[in-house]
């Protein structure tokens, strides 16, 4: 053999590993999966609370305001009658001390008959009460998205849901949202 085609056959062989490798890096990068499949879609929620105030006017009874508190005119009308029933019993001293007694058991009895008139003596009015009330409400944060790509299961948070699938670029999973196309 001479050097000429001792050259030809190592080039030759060379060409033939480089087309050779050459193939099988375009033949892999040609069966790289170009989608994941999608298995679920989950939307994720977050929950919000909103306080907000409720009021409302409620009709509430209460004791009217009191003009004599010591109960004078009570005491005053029951000792009067009092003493003038006492005065109708008996005769001299007998009818003195009867007068006394049922002056004071009348003032004592006047007074809790008007003790007991002031505390029913009730007024109504109207009250505004209010409350804090708790409003919850759910927000959309994304959505978590269960995928396959070469045999194997994933899940990865999505700002939007993709569909039935997500592209691929170069073994990773593109997550921006499509680009909308302009008119």
Do not use: W
């Not at 990865?156 to 499509?178: T, W, Y």
């Amino acid at each position: 053999m001479d050097k000429s085609m001792i050259k030809g056959v190592v080039i030759g062989g060379l060409a033939a590993v480089v087309v050779t490798a050459g193939g099988v890096t375009g033949y892999r990068a040609m069966t790289r999966p170009v989608f994941a499949d999608v298995v679920a879609v989950k939307e994720a929620t977050e929950t919000i609370v909103t306080p907000r105030e409720e009021c409302e006017n409620v009709q509430v009874q209460k004791q009217a305001p009191v003009k004599d508190k010591n109960r004078v005119a009570g005491s005053v009308v029951g000792g009067v009658a009092g003493g003038l029933l006492g005065s109708t019993i008996g005769g001299g001293t007998g009818k003195t001390v009867a007068t006394v007694a049922g002056a004071a058991a009348g003032a004592y009895a006047g007074n809790k008959v008007q003790k007991n008139m002031q505390q029913k003596d009730v007024v109504m009015t109207t009250e505004r009460r209010c409350k804090t009330v708790n409003e919850t409400s759910q927000k959309l944060i994304g959505y978590d998205v269960t995928y396959r790509l070469d045999g194997k299961e994933g899940v990865v948070r999505m700002s939007f849901n993709p569909g039935s699938r997500i592209p691929v670029k170069d073994g990773q999973l593109v997550l921006a949202p499509p680009q909308e196309t302009k008119k």
